[in-house]
């Protein structure tokens, strides 16, 4: 009977009563049930978005089928053959001939075609001129166009006008103003006297929108492009920090730090270009599409001075890198308007001024619509590549100077990995945060991602793979929690998050589990 004593330990009971409360616990949760509907959702709405994909694409097949008769195809091909002789015009002398033969046949095609996609020039040039034809007219990139683009918006029933009054804008240099009042006053007696401001040539579409339909202006807040770093500045100094950075800046990312500040020794501007600024730029270049671990990445170049800076990097991008590698990495250098609407993951800003040689010629509004398009075109990493330091700016130049600063003194939003950030969680959540911490994982607490936290952001040091897991407390009732949940799952689906974990206080989920659950995302240390 002693033997037989002996072979149990000592806290033989509180082990069988743990491994009972376990056992019960695992029969009434249903965290795998849950988690295996979540996939079933998840699986279900993308097929049911493929479907309605496929769906539009026959419909748009059986409309064109029912439209495309010989003569309409007939048309389309003239239509076609017209633009192209258009594009290849050498000189001005049959320009009105093709313009002629594409409203032509425009006037035939575009009867069984549902969807026009073009510049405002082709649309005065080539489609018809008829009130309201369209159902519907969208207007991209809406604050880089003039008051020519007005007939392409008088062609629809109802239009959405697409823009950013804080970027680049058309400009009236060179244009004579007195000439423009004259005609304003000779056609535009009649017009509501608040608009007649925005009929000018350095107001944009976007400017008179914003104005006459001032009622329906909706602003759309959520940004997706850049991590946090990168667009913070622009967040700040432009947005009133109203813009929501939804990505989120990985540990393990292979750009490292998202922002870099350059100071080229031998920079010096001569005229509008920075030979030094260029010479960096393109040796740099050079040992990123040499690094494997970029053969994935794209690359821009912004003069953040004028066009000639840009041209002559774009020379020497075209004699010192090959041009597949170019086509590879998708290198574009273009100033600040020419870069608008695009994105790439890593970008040089070229500033181009040096000591003595500071100033840039343009207006006040214009420097900063040029300095916001610059810093906010990058996905992952910026490099800010000057050749003038911080005493050589006049205290008056806060803009350049805000610049700097934040490049120096930027918060890199990392994760943390043993420092503590349990003055302000529950116990539960302290608990499982050393958990974390003392299995090797990133982590970031109470983290903003839109317009709520999440509790943890976890990542395996690994590689780049991330997992949002929330906590909730017992005491919330789960009728309302459940719906509030769901509603932030979407959310975070649609912000790019394919998957998170939502741990209940009171409810059973083993190291075993936990440990299955990483590894099926790919997190597993």
């Known amino acids: 009977i002693n033997q037989i004593e002996n072979a149990f330990p000592d806290n033989f009971l509180q082990i069988w009563r743990v491994k009972r409360i376990l056992s019960f616990l695992k029969l009434v949760d249903s965290f795998k049930d849950i988690q295996k509907l979540t996939r079933n959702r998840y699986e279900l709405e993308n097929r049911l978005f493929t479907l309605n994909a496929e769906l539009s694409e026959k419909n748009v097949s059986i409309f064109l089928a029912k439209n495309m008769t010989s003569r309409v195809r007939s048309s389309l091909q003239s239509y076609v053959n017209s633009i192209n002789k258009l594009d290849s015009l050498v000189d001005d002398n049959n320009v009105l001939r093709f313009r ?14 549902p969807c026009w996609i073009m510049s405002h020039q082709r649309v005065s040039e080539t489609l018809p001129s008829i009130f309201g034809h369209f159902d519907i007219v969208i207007v991209d990139e809406a604050s880089q ?13 109802k239009i959405v006008i697409v823009g950013d ?28 006297e608040i608009y007649k401001p925005y009929f000018m040539p350095d107001r944009s579409l ?50 490292k730090e998202p922002l870099v500040d350059v100071y080229v020794n031998n920079g010096v501007r001569s005229g509008d270009k920075n030979i030094g600024e260029c010479e960096f730029i393109i040796n740099s270049i050079k040992k990123i599409i040499n690094d494997d671990k970029f053969k994935n990445s794209t690359i821009g170049v912004v003069s953040l001075l004028n066009i000639r800076q840009s041209d002559f990097i774009w020379t020497q991008i075209l004699e010192h890198i090959a ?9 574009i250098v273009s100033d600040a308007s020419g870069f608008q609407g695009r994105q790439k993951d890593i970008v040089f800003v070229s500033m181009v001024t040096s000591s003595g ?28 590549v000057r050749s003038f330091k911080l005493d050589d700016l006049e205290r008056e130049d806060l803009l350049r100077r805000s610049l700097l600063d934040h490049f120096s003194n930027y918060n890199r939003d990392n994760f943390i990995k043993n420092e503590s950030q349990t003055s302000s969680m529950s116990s539960f959540k302290t608990e499982f945060s050393q ?4 299995y090797g994982y990133y982590i970031m607490v109470d983290y903003d991602i839109g317009n709520f936290k999440v509790d943890f952001v976890v990542q395996n040091p690994s590689n780049s793979t991330q ?14 929690l459940w719906s509030v949940k769901m509603s932030r799952h979407r959310l975070l689906e649609r912000m790019g998050w394919k998957s998170s974990i939502t741990l209940e206080e009171g409810l059973a989920m083993t190291y075993r589990d936990f440990q299955e659950t990483l590894a099926s995302e790919n997190l597993r240390c």
């Open 100 to 113: 002629h033969d594409a409203k032509v046949a425009s006037e035939i095609a575009f009867q069984a075609v």
């Open 357 to 384: 040689k500071m100033n840039l010629s343009s207006t006040p509004q214009k420097i900063e619509q040029q300095f916001n398009v610059a810093l906010s075109r990058a996905r992952d990493k910026v490099f800010l």
């Open 165 to 192: 009054d804080k970027q680049v804008s058309p400009s009236s240099l060179g244009i004579d103003e007195s000439s423009i009042l004259k005609l304003s006053h000779q056609y535009l007696e009649d017009q509501v």
């Open 435 to 438: 958990f974390l911490k003392d």
């Open 467 to 480: 997992l949002v897991i929330e906590c909730d407390g017992a005491d919330m009732e789960f009728s309302n």
């Open 145 to 157: 166009s003039d008051i020519s683009s007005l007939p392409v918006i008088l062609r629809g029933q």
């Open 323 to 331: 041009p597949e590698k170019i086509l590879q990495h998708q290198i």
């Open 206 to 255: 976007y400017d008179l929108a914003s104005v006459v339909f001032s009622k329906t202006t909706i602003y759309l807040k959520e940004h997706f492009r850049s991590v946090p770093p990168v667009i913070n500045f622009s967040r700040k100094h432009f947005y009133n920090n109203e813009l929501k950075p939804l990505r989120i800046l990985n540990h393990n990312s292979i750009y």
